[in-house]
């Protein structure tokens, strides 16, 4: 009898280290998922473009690649550009069907990469873009290498990251509430300042009336 309870007591630890490792490595899975955007560029010289507000000092991926149709020969290529929130260029390739880019950031703010078709006459032009930032962007495969760790410790040391991007994620959000929250006190205090500005500017022009109405009517001896 004792022994059954044994058994069952080990079945259970297992059980629920197995149900807490599938959670981990779900919960890692959902905060490494990347972006993978498919676009639809028109053949006309328009643009677009894929924005992402992104903090300082995050690793940031994207690799995209034109799905060529296997009647169009030869394949259109695209031209690609990627610019930082003051308008830095991080990235720049003409006449593509593919290409890469990686950076660290240094501003906070949104990053712009913008793709257009290089020939006009070639049809719309579809093309597909990984664009990934953060714990996504990073390669566990050298770290697992590096490090000499696998399995539950590999997906304990991801869980660890995450949780770093997360509370990087809001200290980041914390700074943008306060300036924001600056922001509109400042402009809260504008706003107050203005409206007594207007206020006082309509009481002098009506002092202003009504002076100039009674020396109008005593001029006509009215009053």
Request: glycine fraction near 6%.
């Amino acid at each position: 009898m004792h022994h059954h309870i044994y058994i069952e007591k080990n079945m259970m630890s297992i059980m629920g280290h197995r149900f807490w490792v599938c959670t981990l490595m779900i919960f890692v899975a959902i905060i490494q998922k990347g972006d993978a955007i498919w676009m639809s560029l028109p053949s006309a010289s328009s643009t677009k473009c894929v924005t992402e507000e992104i903090h300082n000092n995050v690793v940031v991926l994207g690799d995209y690649v034109v799905i060529s149709d296997d009647n169009v020969h030869p394949t259109p290529t695209i031209s690609a550009k990627v610019t930082s929130p003051y308008g830095n260029t991080l990235h720049s390739n003409e006449n593509a069907t593919h290409g890469q880019f990686a950076f660290t950031t240094n501003e906070a703010g949104l990053y712009l990469a913008c793709f257009w078709v290089d020939h006009h006459g070639t049809g719309a032009v579809s093309m597909n873009l990984d664009w990934k930032t953060g714990i996504a962007a990073k390669d566990w495969e050298s770290v697992a290498r590096k490090e000499k760790i696998e399995g539950v410790e590999l997906e304990l040391r991801k869980l660890e990251g995450a949780v770093e991007a997360i509370h990087e994620n809001l200290l980041y959000l914390k700074n943008r509430e306060a300036e924001m929250r600056i922001v509109n006190e400042a402009t809260n205090s504008r706003v107050a300042l203005y409206s007594m500005l207007s206020l006082a500017v309509c009481v002098g022009v009506s002092v202003l009336q009504i002076m100039h109405l009674k020396r109008f009517f005593q001029k006509k001896k009215l009053i």
